[in-house]
């Protein structure tokens, strides 16, 4: 690599640098990805007393009671953000879900907001009816100035500069109305915003509760749910998708900064596009194969992709014949007329069909693949359709879960959502780029590791996760591991620090039976601030030895501001994927204003 490896990237190129996710039976996205190469439905079969409908409509024999539950869709922990608790009740639960999420997606990449001087945009879509059906809206003529107030969290308009606000950055917020391919419409204008140089970095996503949450489900023949809850994508007896909810968030960054500033990186977006169909559509909400393959087409010449190397095609897949048949089609005809080089597969057979943040799921589905170079299985999937045509298609139903060696060289997918109304939207992702070889790290050198929290129970939870994923990640290099905890964490008031000289040491200051250079905000000892150098962003250490270290941990644990840039300047760390904050979410919910 040069001093300058932006110049060795295509300038369009966008890199997927934080991640974050919830879905049904998934709180974080390595629980999804586990869901995904185990094969797993996440669906939920409901109790008739666990639906919160109206009780001639579960007697129905035409409705189905099943559906993706979002087990925190009603929790929110607003301390983290200042947000008083009755703010968070007047909050819409996407609201709510969309900044956490935000949050997590920013700390995945490893960056503190406290310390982000740069342009953020925040890009997402919501669904509208939810706010609705969550609670009237205030009357603002007839209640005064605290309806205005509690307006700004119940619209859902105000979602993106919701998160802005509490997450104390500054940048674009557009918040985004493109029905089930709002997700991808989110990404695009992110892409766009980032390539124009309007934005530094970028979170881009979506958030979904259908209330009342939970529900099920009336069925209709030829609609897009589902006869008996289950999503079958390309099957011959597919009757649509099950209803879900979810959020899914991406935090974006132009490839080269990335690599320049030493991102992790876990997929880059290559090329995006977005079309409607307008007056040409077949029937208002069906897919149009003209105009969706012109969308899928576009994203790959945007990317300046050929079609024989993206060997992984995530469907929107709604495991409806008629539509299944229509997104194929479109699919073969952007592709070209090649046979067998793609893998196809489906998300909805798993969680189902998360609304606007429906491409979301896929979208992170295809990333995971990407950087654990795995195909997952499309579950449900056991006749395949006939009428789809598969042998005359570029693509191969991914039936099995596969290791992913492409013939091409490169691993690319392509990721299609669909909106009724006639939106449609597609991405182009790419596996990350090599990282740029670098020395060993220095075995023996004393490090300080950092953490802080809200409160004693939550640096407890942080210590616990932090240990245990550890233990899980073995590669993980300490110098790594510090300068993100130490540069990519907001700093709060209960804190906690070691000096430590391995992995294994700073494991074993981790357990709660920790004995040795650790410091805490309870048992700290007391320092005197006047004998630490100093510069605008706080104290540095005198040295970089144990000792020197260890005082600058008791200063800090002590309420103490440091200067971990001046700390991290001469070492040549990156930023790892860690634990995020330990959310403590209470359940917050408003019947009226």
């Not at 590791?449 to 994923?469: F, I």
């Not at 630490?532 to 941990?553: N, W």
Request: charged fraction near 20%; hydrophobic fraction near 40%; charge should be negative.
């Amino acid at each position: 690599m040069t001093d300058s490896p932006e110049q060795e990237y295509d300038p369009g190129d966008v890199a997927v640098i934080g991640m974050s996710l919830r879905a049904p039976g998934a709180r974080t996205k390595e629980q999804f990805w586990d869901v995904l190469v185990h094969g797993r439905e996440t669906v939920s079969f409901l109790a008739k007393e666990d639906i919160h409908v109206d009780e001639t409509l579960i007697h129905n024999p035409s409705y189905v009671r099943a559906c993706g539950v979002l087990d925190t869709y009603d929790r929110f922990d607003p301390s983290v953000f200042g947000i008083s608790d009755r703010m968070a009740a007047a909050m819409t639960p996407e609201n709510r879900l969309y900044l956490e999420s935000a949050w997590e997606s920013l700390e995945d990449g490893g960056y503190d907001p406290d310390r982000l001087t740069a342009e953020i945009g925040m890009y997402g879509a919501n669904n509208p009816q939810t706010a609705a059906l969550y609670s009237s809206p205030p009357d603002r003529a007839s209640v005064g100035p605290e309806a205005i107030e509690a307006s700004l969290a119940w619209s859902p308009d105000s979602m993106t500069s919701n998160a802005l606000y509490y997450m104390g950055l500054t940048g674009e917020a557009v918040t985004v109305a493109a029905v089930c391919a709002g997700f991808h419409y989110a990404v695009h204008l992110a892409c766009q915003s980032l390539l124009l140089g309007q934005s530094d970095m970028a979170i881009a996503g979506g958030a979904m509760v259908r209330l009342p949450h939970p529900r099920g489900h009336l069925w209709e023949e030829n609609r897009i749910l589902s006869r008996d809850g289950h999503c079958r994508p390309f099957d011959a007896n597919g009757t649509g998708s099950a209803l879900s909810s979810g959020v899914v968030t991406l935090l974006l960054k132009p490839l080269g900064r990335a690599v320049a500033d030493r991102d992790h990186v876990y997929a880059v977006v290559r090329g995006s596009a977005v079309n409607n169909n307008g007056v040409s559509a077949m029937a208002y909400g069906l897919a149009q194969p003209e105009r969706l393959s012109a969308c899928i087409a576009a994203a790959m010449e945007v990317g300046g992709v050929s079609p024989d190397t993206v060997s992984m095609y995530e469907a929107n897949g709604l495991g409806l014949p008629v539509t299944d048949e229509l997104e194929v089609h479109a699919a073969t005809m952007a592709f070209g007329k090649q046979t067998a080089t793609a893998s196809i597969g489906g998300v909805k057979g798993n969680v189902g069909h998360g609304g606007v943040v429906s491409g979301g799921f896929g979208a992170v589905k295809a990333a995971l693949a990407l950087y654990h170079r795995t195909l997952p299985a499309t579950i449900n999937l056991t006749e395949v359709n006939q009428d789809l045509d598969f042998p005359s298609t570029p693509f191969v139903p991914q039936i099995e879960g596969a290791a992913w060696e492409p013939e091409a060289g490169i691993r690319r997918a392509g990721i299609t959502s669909l909106g009724g109304g006639g939106y449609n939207a597609h991405l182009v992702l790419e596996e990350p780029p090599a990282p740029a070889g670098r020395a060993p790290e220095e075995a023996g050198r004393p490090r300080l590791a950092t953490l802080s929290a809200m409160d004693d129970d939550a640096l407890a939870r942080q210590r616990t996760r932090l240990r245990e994923w550890l233990e899980a990640h073995p590669e993980l290099r300490l110098d790594d591991v510090c300068f993100t905890l130490n540069l990519g964490r907001k700093v709060m008031g209960r804190r906690w620090a070691a000096v430590v000289r391995s992995r294994e040491e700073l494991v074993a200051a981790l357990s709660d039976d920790a004995r040795g250079p650790v410091a805490s905000t309870a048992a700290a000892p007391r320092t005197d601030p006047g004998s630490f150098s100093r510069t605008d962003h706080g104290i540095v250490p005198s040295g970089q030895d144990a000792p020197a270290l260890a005082d600058l941990a008791a200063a800090w644990v002590t309420g103490q501001q440091v200067d971990f840039d001046a700390l991290h300047r001469e070492r040549a760390g990156r930023r790892v994927p860690l634990p995020t904050y330990p959310f403590q979410p209470r359940r917050f919910w408003r019947t009226d204003w």
